[in-house]
């Protein structure tokens, strides 16, 4: 078990998800991700939402937010990833 809780396989291993991450960097991901979700999927997002919000509370439920959010249509996950993606990009400054 990581510190997201049972093991997630290497190539899964992004944003709140990714080892080693301290618990408040994780909560703030977990956060912006579930914001994405709200924002681009409304309710078809819903079951990615929720498992987001109790992997907030509880860590180890991560594995259950990663399989939630990647059941969403591919539509919604790519438009969730790349707007996730966009705003974790370092600044170029």
Do not use: N
Request: hydrophobic share 45%.
């Amino acid at each position: 078990m990581t510190a997201a809780g049972p093991a997630i396989a290497p190539g899964d291993q992004w944003g709140p998800f990714a080892s080693g991450l301290d618990p408040a960097e994780r909560l703030a991901r977990l956060r912006c991700l579930r914001a994405i979700v709200h924002l681009v999927c409304g309710p078809r997002g819903a079951a990615a939402e929720r498992a987001l919000t109790e992997t907030e509370r509880d860590p180890a439920r991560a594995i259950e937010a990663l399989a939630a959010f990647y059941a969403m249509a591919p539509l919604d996950k790519r438009r969730a990833l790349s707007t996730y993606a966009a705003l974790s990009r370092p600044s170029a400054a």
